[in-house]
Each structure stands twice: as C-alpha cells, then as structure tokens.
C-alpha cells in the first residue's frame, strides 16, 4: 500500500474517531490540520502539542479558548510524526467554538525527539503517542526547546453551524538545527496555509 494511501486511511480513522461533536446554536465547528517540510536527514521528528488555543475578536479581554486535541478519549497530548506529514495532513485539534471572528491561534510544543536509521513504523502520523523507529542502528537525541509557544496571527472566521478547517505548515526544515556539540534544538517554525470555511 502506498504510504499517501495508508496515511489517507489513517487520518480518516482518525477523524471519524474524533467525531462530528454537536455544539450549542450559535457555534460552530473548528478543525486544525497539520502538514509538514520535514528535516530530511532523520528517519523520524516526533513532536509533542500539548496545548493548542484560539482567541476571539470580539473580546480583546477573554481568555485563551482551549482547543481540545484530536484522540479519543480526548487526549492531553497529540505527538506527529513530521516525516509522515509531507504532503499528507492528519487532524491536531477540533472544538466546536463560539460563531464569529477570531484574530489568533497559540499551541504549545512540550517536547521534541529526533531519530536517525531504522524503519518507520506503520502508525498513523499523529496519535496521543507514538512509538520509535524500528530496526538495527536507530539512535535518538531528544531536541532542547528554548520556547515551545508559538503564537499564529491570522484572521479567521467561525461560522453558525459551519466548519472551518485550518492547515498548520510545520516546517521541520527550519524548526531544527544542530548545535556544536552535537545536539539537536527546535525553534517551532509554524504557518497557517490555508484557511476554508464551509
């Protein structure tokens, strides 16, 4: 099977897992997808979201909207596996979210884990957990993280019982240096691509 076709089944797997929640009459749905430039030299980028946030237009006041992770049951953590996002997206988050316009998204990146050699495994790209890359030779190095937050400033709208869907562009490439000493850092390089409101 090809790996677009195998990771095409998987994100539907996931999205019907995660559901088609019902919110409250003046709301509507909001689903973040992810896709990624990977670091092309590792076998496998594991990253780990733990807190992704929406924040609306009409209160410059209000507090952070949570945006609860994809899994069920509802996960505190969603890890992807960026090597398996180029090209192919899976699901980061949905909530159903008050209908109007919001001017921000911020995640949270908590940690990171960088793998060279070995196979990657048959596993969906993101899941709560993920397991390392199979085979002889596989090292790992977990990748310091100066700040894990990255805030996303582009406007969007939530429409009355609509669906707007919101690509996140994670870009690897850029989010991953090696330091001197033989070490991996990430500075979260993230972008929303497109915006698609229905």
Not at 41 to 59: G, I, M, P, Q
Request: glycine share 10%.
């Amino acid at each position: 099977m090809r790996l677009t076709t195998a990771l095409s089944m998987a994100l539907g797997i996931s999205v019907a897992a995660c559901g088609s929640p019902s919110g409250p009459s003046g709301s509507g749905n909001l689903r973040l997808m992810i896709t990624d430039a990977p670091f092309e030299d590792a076998s496998a980028v594991h990253v780990t979201f733990s807190e992704v946030k929406a924040h609306r237009a009409e209160d410059a006041t209000a507090e952070w909207i949570t945006v609860p992770l994809a899994g069920t049951p509802a996960a505190t953590t969603r890890m992807c596996n960026l090597k398996k996002l180029e090209g192919p997206q899976d699901i980061l988050g949905v909530a159903f979210l008050e209908a109007g316009n919001y001017t921000q998204l911020r995640l949270v990146v908590s940690s990171a884990m960088i793998y060279f050699g070995g196979s990657p495994t048959g596993e969906a790209a993101c899941l709560p957990t993920l397991a390392a890359p199979t085979g002889t030779g596989v090292t790992s190095h977990a990748m310091e993280i100066p700040s894990g937050e990255v805030k996303l400033n582009r406007p969007f709208e939530v429409m009355s019982n609509g669906t707007t869907t919101v690509e996140l562009d994670f870009d690897g490439a850029r989010s991953i240096n090696q330091t001197g000493n033989g070490n991996y850092r990430m500075t979260p390089v993230i972008a929303i691509k497109t915006v698609n409101t229905q």
